[in-house]
């Protein structure tokens, strides 16, 4: 950051119309960048409080006046989270859900999307148009009968619950269809000159072509389920089953003025989460920034 | 096989009628069979898991408590509407700003980016937590810092006053990112030869921001809001995790932060409503219908507004 160049007149003074000396320029240029990083800095403080929080003894924690920074640092905060839930087997629920949600949606959302955007058949948009409806669904809407239905089908306390009723996405089926659609209608058609089956043409060439919208449509959805509350909520009930934030709500209700095993918990439902978006970001801002606006 | 209503093309046979089937089962039977269940466990007194026969029909009597006789309902979609204009308004506000101010440093914004969008990443649970640890009136790292520049402390989620609008503030935290992402995309679709030319006419920053800038921002402003405003009449996990306590009733102090959701969510599927579907299904309905009507209203009024 320190090392940035300042530029004297180039795009700086041609967005912001450019009246007044270089030297206001200057000015006004670091005196952005101190108050957009003073906001970063604040944004994350609680993830700041998360880490050190979790690294400190009990003593410190409760220490009043509050000590900022451990004088020492201890794992005892993720051993003790560690022993008195099943944190462990809720990371590997959650990531379980997650995986398999994203990895079918993404799948189906992308042959729908080719089917919707490269062939011809009757009554083509009329559906694509009443399936898009879904995306104006609230869950709440539908959750009561869901939850009915998956009683009747015996699907409580099953990953069943979770995983068949997501398996279509509204959202998905509209993205790819969007990006399929800019897929030159020759290169199928050569394709199929050369003998190509319709699967393979989707497979080889369309779904390649839009890998990155299928790289943001498995991030966003890798996001979601991984951050999944209400419904995980409402259809599991051991603790064996539990996400991770089914497990933390249920230790914050227990534990709730422990802060040290509470954050160390927090810690270790973020870092995959986080270490994912940074993978696959690139795809996220190019997905947000080419498509989101059409929504 | 001579039969061949949609005029599919041979060879495209089983993926289009893979994919009609598809949206069959999961949509029609997962999203639309449910919406319109929804509305039949509104016109009854459901009870159970008996068939429809032999349940009680009550007709529009439900809607007619909910929205004439029953405070509770009237009160928490008041509530609703106040948290989620809070929130839309905060991190919208917040999120043009930020990003106006970071689009120059081309260097830095990568790394200021991902600060402002980790909120938006991480569990709701997590947020919710986290902030309820540090907006704790006595020992919370919040009043901590108010009391050293010289403010009083707040009693944030102690007071059912200051409850709804703590929430709210942690809700926008968590969106803020989000929205910066889209303002600095809808910023860069900005011709550069407008700035130019306005700058040529001698337009101070200040002119070319209202005259210029902010106008061709209105169809990401309009993306930004209606989304914001859908997401927030649907906001769960950030609140639940802040006012859970011993006794697993959420929405408190005494109901202050009891939104839509979290009402909906006692009725239909705790102990304190008594698994009331029937008046659960109403009270979705209702929400549904709120959130149509306000995406609607926002599309009119902010498209007859600002068309040119």
Redesign the interface.
Known sequence: ?AS?RIPISS?????????GGPRREIAA?WL??V???F???I?????A??VI?SFKTQAEI?A?P?VWLPSQLTLENFVQVWNRTELLRSLINTAYVAVVITAATVF?SS??G???SK??????DL?FTV?LA?M??????????????I??LGWVNSYAALI??S??N?FGVFLMRQFMFSIPAELLDSA?LDGC???RI?WSIALPLAKAAAGALSLLNL?VY??W??WP??VLNSEEKFT??LT??KF??LY?TE?GP??AG?FL??IP??VT?LFL?RYF?EG??TT??K? | MRLNVLGVRQGQRAMVYGSLLFLVIFYGGFRLWPMAYSIVLSLFNWRGLKPIWEQQFVGLSHYEFALVKDALVLESLWRTIVFSAELVIISTVLGLIVALLIRNHRRAQPTLRLAYFLPYIVPAVVSGLLMRVLFQPQFGSVNALLNIIGLPSQPWMASPKSALLTVALVAAWARLGYNVILFLAGLDQIPSDLLDAARVDGAGAWQTFWRITFPLLMPVMLFVVVTGTIAALQEFGVIYAMTLGSTEVVGGPVRATTVFSILLYLTAFSEVGGFNYSYGATLAVILFLLIFGLTLIQFRVMRTRWEY
């Open positions: 950051m940035e795009s700086f003074s041609d967005r912001f119309g450019g009246r240029y952005s960048l108050l957009v990083t906001g970063a800095l944004m994350i403080v609680p993830f409080f998360m929080t409760i009043i509050a189906s042959l729908m080719f089917v919707f062939y011809e058949f009757r009554g083509r559906i399936s879904g104006m669904l609230p869950f709440y809407v539908i959750s009561i009968p869901l939850y009915l239905m009683i009747t068949i009723p398996l279509y509204s199929r089956s319709e699967f989707f996001m991984w951050n509350f209400f909520l409402i991770i934030s933390l709500t914050m209700g709730w802060y509470l954050t927090s439902a973020v989460i986080v978006f970001q801002v947000i920034a989101g606006m929504g």
